[in-house]
Nanobody, 124 residues
C-alpha cells in the first residue's frame, strides 16, 4: 500500500514562507518523478511543480516560478516544496503525487498516487 503524506502547511502572512514535505511509505520514490499540485476552493486542481527522479530536472508553473523550489531526498523518501514570497492567491490545498515513471509530467492525470493534501492559507 503506497501512502504519500504531506505536512508543513499552515497559515502565513503574505510575503512569508512555508516548506511542505511529502513522505512516502510502501514505495521507494527514488525511481519516480514527483509532483506538487494545488486546489483552491471552487477551482480545478492545478499543476505547481514537478521533479525528475534524479532531482536534476524541474518544472514550475509560471505563477510560482522564482518563488517556489521543489527538491527531493531519495535517501529519506521525501519530496519538498519550499514556498517563498507567498501571496493570497497561493491559498489552496497542496497535494503531492507520484508519477508512474521517471519522466516528469505536468499532467495531473498521469500521476497514479496522491497524498491527502495539506492546507496552505496566505493572509493579506
Amino acid at each position: 500500500q503506497v501512502q504519500l503524506i504531506e505536512s508543513g502547511g499552515g497559515l502565513v502572512q503574505a510575503g512569508g514562507s512555508l516548506r511542505l514535505s511529502c513522505a512516502a511509505s510502501g514505495r521507494s520514490l527514488s525511481a519516480y518523478a514527483m509532483g506538487w499540485f494545488r486546489q483552491a476552493p471552487g477551482k480545478e486542481r492545478e499543476f505547481v511543480s514537478t521533479i525528475s527522479w534524479t532531482g536534476i530536472s524541474t518544472v514550475y508553473a509560471d505563477s510560482v516560478k522564482g518563488r517556489f523550489t521543489i527538491s527531493r531526498n531519495n535517501a529519506v523518501n521525501t519530496v519538498y516544496l519550499q514556498m517563498n514570497s507567498l501571496k493570497p492567491e497561493d491559498t489552496a490545498v497542496y497535494y503531492c503525487a507520484s508519477a508512474p515513471s521517471q519522466y516528469i509530467t505536468t499532467n495531473r492525470l498521469e500521476y497514479n498516487y496522491w497524498g491527502q493534501g495539506t492546507q496552505v492559507t496566505v493572509s493579506s
